[in-house]
Nanobody, 121 residues
Framework: QLQASGGGLVQAGGSLRLSCKASGRSFSSYAVGWFRQAPGKGREFVSAISYNGARIWYADAVKGRFSISRDVAKNTVYLQMNSLKPEDTAVYYC????????????????WGQGTLVTVSS
C-alpha cells in the first residue's frame, strides 16, 4: 500500500514536499513515480526514481523546479516542488513498478490515493 501526503494550498512561487510511503511491503526493488491529474485532464507523468536511486526522470514541465529522492530506510519517496506555478495545481499520485519504463501510468502496479496540490496566483 502506498500513501501520498504533503499536498496543500500554496501561493505561486512557493514550495511543497510530497511524501510517498509504502506500508505492508517494501518497494526497495521498485521504481517509484509521481503523476498528476488536473481537473478535466488525463493523468500526467511528473517524475520517477529507479529502485536504487541511480536513475531519475522528470517531465519537461517540472525540470529544474522539482526534485525526487528516496529514503530506503524509511520506505519513502519524496517530491520536492519549488517555484510552484498555478498550472501545477492537480491531484498528485505516487505509484510503484518493477519495470524500468516509468513514464506511462499503465506500467505501474501499485498506486497511492493521491494528494491535492493547489497553487494560487
Amino acid at each position: 500500500q502506498l500513501q501520498a501526503s504533503g499536498g496543500g494550498l500554496v501561493q505561486a512561487g512557493g514550495s511543497l514536499r510530497l511524501s510517498c510511503k509504502a506500508s505492508g511491503r517494501s518497494f526497495s526493488s521498485y521504481a517509484v513515480g509521481w503523476f498528476r491529474q488536473a481537473p478535466g485532464k488525463g493523468r500526467e507523468f511528473v517524475s520517477a526514481i529507479s529502485y536504487n536511486g541511480a536513475r531519475i526522470w522528470y517531465a519537461d514541465a517540472v525540470k529544474g523546479r522539482f526534485s525526487i529522492s528516496r529514503d530506503v530506510a524509511k520506505n519513502t519517496v519524496y517530491l520536492q516542488m519549488n517555484s510552484l506555478k498555478p498550472e501545477d495545481t492537480a491531484v498528485y499520485y505516487c505509484a510503484s513498478t518493477p519495470r524500468d519504463t516509468v513514464e506511462e501510468p499503465h506500467e505501474y502496479y501499485y498506486w497511492g490515493q493521491g494528494t491535492l496540490v493547489t497553487v494560487s496566483s
